[in-house]
Every structure is written in C-alpha cells, then in structure tokens.
T-cell receptor, first 117, second 117 residues
C-alpha cells in the first residue's frame, strides 16, 4: 500500500499562474483534507471532504478550490497564485472525521513545496 | 485567541533527560487530543493520542496527560534520545461552526525538540 501520495512534490509558480495539486489515497478512506504548513504556524486546514462529491471549507480557504470526483482523489487548485500561498501543502486522509466524535489518526502525504514568485 | 496554544516553541535537552510539551485548548467539549511528530523534511505522524474520558496514556517512553478542568494536555518524553529530535504538534478536536455538526481538528504551532548527545 502506498498510503497517501501527493504530486507534484515541488513546484515554482509566477504570481497569477494556476496549478493543481493531486492527492491520492489507497486506504479507502472517506475523509480527506488539505493543510498548509508555514514556519511557526503549525498545520492549518484549507478544505476538506467527507466523501466523494463533497467538499467543505476549513480555516484558510480563500484563494483555493478543491474537488473530490473520485473517492480516492482530492485535488487542490490555485486559480491565480499569490506569493502569500508559498507554503508546504500536506494532504491527509482518515477513516473517521478528524475532530468528529470518533476521531482517529490522520495519514499524511509527503508534502508538496510550492513557491510563488 | 488561538484555539490551541502550544509551549514552548523550542526545547533543547540533553540525551537521557525528560522533555515536556504543553498545550491548552479553548473548547470545553473537545474530546480528542492527538500528538504528531514531524522529522525534518518528512510527513507528520501520529505518536500518541488521548480521549477525554482518560486522564493519562503511556506508550513506552511517551506519555500524554489530560486535565479537562484546566483545559490543558501535555506530552512527556522520558529518557530522550537523539532520534527524538523533531517538531511535535499537539491538536484538539473542536465543535464545528454554528449550525454545523462537523467537528474540526485544530493544531498547535509546534515545538522544535532538539536532543543533544
């Protein structure tokens, strides 16, 4: 099992360009998440999904869009990248909803380092 | 204020000493408190978690304690080793936004632990 896989692992963008980060999981998890990690800021939730075809906003959703067309995939899009979106992005999945009454382990991908010039 | 506050932000200890990291949370209904370890350049991984119906949990050299009254929980690492050097994140489940039944997991800002040989 590969677990949670993210592509690409590194990307450099110019301000205003668009891109999509792809997350794939092979654990048949219902719940998937996109976090961003900035120095001294911990992990902040961007968007999440509670199942195929559903998405919801997290703490810092502005400037991002997501889609969950297939259960195993969760895409994070930046329509017009800004320097403030320079960050390391982590995808995660879980068997139960993180923060829910029966919350359990989050399984993270290896991260995608995005630089916006 | 922040949902989850974590202290200290950096911690240096000598090999063999103990390390303690503390977190406070704001939602009295929080019921799940995981700790994640992130080695340099790697993904966060769950090392231990505790639920609100338990006051303490141990796993070999790692323990977590929870004080629901004071709304704080702590990670204790005994007999520290150089391989314990990493960033440690605490997290707490929180109730969803008003009108939402979906809970969220909020992370602290992290503690950089360095264990000197």
């Amino acid at each position: 099992n590969a677990g949670v896989t993210q592509t690409p692992k590194f990307r450099v963008l110019k301000t205003g360009q668009s891109m999509t980060l792809l997350c794939a999981q092979d654990m048949n998890h219902e719940y998937m998440y996109w976090y961003r990690q900035d120095p001294g800021m911990g992990l902040r939730l961007i968007h999440y999904s509670v199942g195929e075809g559903t998405t919801a906003k997290g703490e810092v959703p502005d400037g991002y869009n997501v889609s969950r067309l297939k259960k195993q995939n969760f895409l994070l899009g930046l329509e017009s990248a800004a320097p403030s979106q320079t960050s390391v992005y982590f995808c995660a999945s879980s068997l139960r909803l993180a923060g829910g009454p029966m919350a359990g382990e989050l399984f993270f991908g290896e991260g995608s380092r995005l630089t916006v010039l | 204020g922040e949902n989850v506050e974590q202290h200290p932000s950096t911690l240096s200890v000598q090999e063999g000493d103990s390390a303690v990291i503390k977190c406070t949370y704001s939602d009295s209904a929080s019921n799940y408190f995981p700790w994640y370890k992130q080695e340099l350049g790697k993904r966060p991984q769950l090392i231990i978690d505790i639920r609100s119906n338990v006051g303490e949990k141990k796993d070999q050299r790692i323990a977590v304690t929870l004080n629901k009254t004071a709304k704080h929980f702590s990670l204790h690492i005994t007999e520290t080793q150089p391989e314990d050097s990493a960033v440690y994140f605490c997290a707490a489940s929180m109730r969803g936004d008003r009108g939402s039944t979906l809970g969220r997991l909020y992370f602290g800002r992290g503690t950089q632990l360095t264990v000197w040989p």
